[in-house]
């Protein structure tokens, strides 16, 4: 079993649409959660940390389930913009081992 | 500021040729990852160093590939000799852990180099 398992999709959505994205991890000491967006032929960047009261940063909500071990993200009026591949990423304990899942490929349509 | 470097931005290289990839971390970062990703494996931890001094370089495909870090300020991923497989994109990160007990900041990424061996 891969340590982070995401729905690699696509998913295929039209403007103004609401899409989430599941994440779930295999080590229950994992301790920090995050999303990266990364574009086409570029390098990951940091989307926004998941805390275990869940969080929210405009548009975008993230959302940590400890007992399940797993994370959401919630993409509320989607846009154009926002058509990437959305990686789930998980820490090990001391926060160094850093695992990133496949991702998930978002298709935002006109 | 300048963010994490990376060169070269693209390698084509024969097979059984040796390899180097060159990174310079953010300025005051103490961590520095390699990562490498392919469409089949997406983003693979290679080794990681926290104050010049490798952590776990257990995602270390095989003994070709070695990976030093002399000072802060830059780090180097070796393949020696290069394979067709090796083909993908090589990524460096750092971020400003002070310490194995604090908590996890964000990974800076550089732009990659783009590994092609013939």
């Known amino acids: 079993r891969k340590e982070v398992e995401q729905d690699p999709g696509p998913f295929n959505v039209p403007e103004g649409a609401t899409v989430a994205f599941n994440c779930t991890y295999s080590n229950s000491a994992s301790q920090s959660f995050f999303w990266y967006r990364q574009d086409c032929r570029k390098e990951p960047k940091l989307l926004m940390s998941v805390y275990s009261s869940g969080n929210e940063d405009g548009r975008f909500t993230a959302q940590l389930n400890r007992a399940s071990q797993y994370i959401s993200l919630l993409i509320r009026d989607s846009k154009l913009s926002d058509s990437a591949t959305y990686l789930c990423v998980v820490n090990g304990a001391g926060g160094f081992k850093t695992i990133f899942g496949a991702g998930t490929r978002l298709f935002v349509k006109a | 500021d300048a963010g994490v470097i990376q060169s070269p931005r693209h390698e084509v290289t024969e097979m059984g040729q040796e390899v180097t990839l060159r990174c310079k971390p953010i300025?005051?970062?103490?961590?520095l990852f390699w990562y490498r990703q392919t469409m089949m494996r997406g983003l693979e931890l290679l080794i990681y160093f926290n104050n010049n001094v490798p952590i776990d370089d257990s995602g270390m495909p095989e003994d070709r590939f070695s990976a030093k870090m002399p000072n802060a300020s830059f780090s180097t991923l070796k393949i020696q000799p290069s394979e067709p497989r090796d083909s993908a994109v090589y990524f460096c990160?750092?971020?400003?852990?002070?310490?194995?007990?604090?908590?996890?900041?964000?990974?800076?990424f550089g732009s990659g180099t783009q590994l092609s061996v013939l």
């Open positions: 990160a750092s971020s400003g852990l002070r310490d194995l007990s604090a908590t996890n900041e964000k990974l800076f």
């Open positions: 300025s005051g970062h103490n961590s």
